[in-house]
Each structure stands twice: as C-alpha cells, then as structure tokens.
C-alpha cells in the first residue's frame, strides 16, 4: 500500500461515525447494506451519511452496487487488510516474529523491544 493510500484510509476512518459505519459494514459481511438501513442502525441521518460514505468510498474503504433502486454499501475487506498490512510491515523491527495479533507479537530471536 502506497503511504498516501494509508493516509487517507486513516483520514476516512479518524471521525466517529465513519468508522461505525465501516465497523458495522464489516460486521453485515460480503453482503452488506443498504444506505436507509446504516442510517436506522447508527442513527445518522441521511444527509450526514450520505457524506460520510462519500468519504469512505473516495478512501477506498467501501465499495458500492447497485441492487434494483437501492445502493448497496460493503467494507472493502481488501483495502482494510492492506493497512493492517503497511501498518504492521515493520514489526518487530524486521526480525520474524509470531503475530498471531498485534498484541501478543513477541519476536522470535527473543530479544526484548
């Protein structure tokens, strides 16, 4: 991931309701929801979200189709893992290390950080 692509994810996500959104998207799965249904489940109104998904979608953070008259929004599991990716490429600094999650990476010569 180029470090301008990971700016503007962490931009799209740094504000409360974007990353609701993006939480509760990652949570409906591949098959996502509607824009009336995010709405109702954060309590946003239309107007505020149709500008936070805006922003999301310029970040590539979601994705979107059309099904029938409704537009369809999905987090973009891709991008997402991405970051994750570009954040954590310096782990450990550089040595190989069992990072299971971020939280118990502990490298594998045994050195202390």
Same mark, same amino acid.
């Given at each position: 991931?180029? @470090?301008?692509? !990971?700016? !503007?994810?962490?931009?799209?996500?740094?504000?409360?309701? /974007?990353?609701?959104? %993006?939480? $509760? $998207?990652? /949570? !409906?799965?591949?098959?996502?929801? !509607?824009?009336?249904?995010?709405? @109702?489940?954060?309590?946003?109104?239309?107007?505020?979200?149709? %500008?936070?998904?805006?922003?999301?979608?310029?970040?590539?953070?979601?994705?979107?189709?059309?099904?029938?008259? %409704?537009?369809? =929004?999905?987090?973009? =599991?891709? @991008?997402?893992?991405?970051?994750?990716?570009?954040?954590?490429?310096?782990?450990?600094?550089?040595?190989?290390?069992?990072?299971? &999650?971020? +939280? +118990?990476?502990?490298?594998? &010569?045994? /050195?202390?950080?």
């Amino acid at each position: 991931m180029e @470090t301008s692509n !990971a700016v !503007a994810a962490l931009a799209a996500l740094a504000q409360e309701s /974007r990353l609701s959104v %993006f939480r $509760l $998207l990652v /949570r !409906a799965g591949p098959a996502g929801l !509607a824009a009336g249904r995010i709405s @109702t489940e954060l309590g946003i109104p239309p107007s505020s979200l149709s %500008f936070h998904l805006k922003e999301l979608l310029h970040a590539n953070m979601v994705l979107s189709r059309q099904e029938g008259r %409704f537009v369809i =929004y999905v987090a973009n =599991y891709q @991008t997402a893992s991405n970051l994750i990716g570009f954040l954590s490429e310096n782990c450990c600094v550089g040595s190989p290390c069992d990072c299971g &999650s971020l +939280s +118990s990476c502990s490298p594998k &010569s045994g /050195r202390e950080r």
